[in-house]
Structures are given as C-alpha cells and as structure tokens.
C-alpha cells in the first residue's frame, strides 16, 4: 500500500517539476520591447561587423509557421541554440530571451542545442577560422528567424 501511495505523488509531482512557468505571449512582447530589441541590434551589430558572408546557410533554426503556432516555445528554443553556439557575441541576447521567457533551456540537449544538433563525435576538417564563420552564420540564421518571430506574436497580439 505505502508503495502504491508514493507511485501515485510521484505521478502527480513529477509533471509539475518538469515544466516551467514560461510567460504568457504579451509578457514576452512586452519584456522584448522592454530590453530583447535592444540586445538583438546590438547582436546584429556585432555580428556583421565580422564581415563574413553566408552565402549557402545550410543551418535551418527552428522558425515561427502556422503550423508551428508556439511562438513563445520556439524562440525559446531558438534562444538555446544561440546559447550552444558559445560565440561572446550572441550570449547576452541568448540570455536575455531565455530569462524574458523565465523558462530554462531543455534538459537532455547539448549546453542548450536540440538533440539532433549534437555533436557527432567525429572531428571536421578545417581551421578554426572556418567554424567560427559557420557559427557566425548559424547566429545570423537564428537572429532573422527570432525577429521574424517577434513580428509575429507582436501582430498576433495586436490582431487579438
């Protein structure tokens, strides 16, 4: 008996110690135009300021669709990601994002990355040059998916 009354609080607790109390949409649009659009000019900034051209971005973020409606969700993903990247440029704004959410990164993914950007284990070839330009154009991918998500829930907000 004692087992199947801990199995039960366990049911009932562990969903509740899983989620997080992200922010309802308008408190997200409202924190953004607070301090996020501060942070992403600022990262947008520094990012072209290393003068690097992404011609063929392969990286796809996660982005803002209809049939994605989870806005809130998806730019806090976008956040982890940027947060996985670890270039000093984009650690703010990932910072930023994910608090304006109050909604930690994902448990089970690499220092914030979905699980099927992991790392595989193999080294690719190139210098070091190389794969900060490949981050800094995955950061650049990432920072036009969260404005365009913004945009978005800011016209939802506004249409509802």
């Known amino acids: 008996m004692p087992l199947l009354c801990i199995s039960l609080l366990v049911l009932v607790l562990l969903p509740l110690s899983l989620s997080c ?17 501060t942070y992403m000019s600022n990262t947008r900034e520094n990012l072209t300021s290393e003068n690097h051209s992404c011609d063929k971005v392969k990286h796809k973020p996660p982005n803002c669709t209809t049939e994605n409606p989870d806005i809130v969700g998806t730019l806090l993903l976008q956040a982890c990601e940027m947060m996985g990247l670890r270039l000093p440029q984009t650690k703010a704004l990932a910072t930023v994002v994910q608090d304006s959410i109050d909604c930690p ?13 992991r ?4 080294r690719t070839t190139g210098s070091r040059e ?22 978005k829930l800011n016209s939802q907000l506004m249409d509802a």
């Open 21 to 37: 109390d992200r922010k309802t949409p308008a408190e997200v649009r409202d924190r953004f135009s607070e301090t996020v659009e």
């Open 105 to 117: 990164c994902p448990k089970g993914s690499t220092k914030g990355v979905r699980p099927s950007m």
């Open 119 to 122: 790392p595989t284990r193999r």
């Open 130 to 151: 190389e794969k900060r330009k490949k981050k800094i154009c995955k950061a650049n991918a990432i920072l036009s998916s969260m404005t365009v998500c913004y945009q």
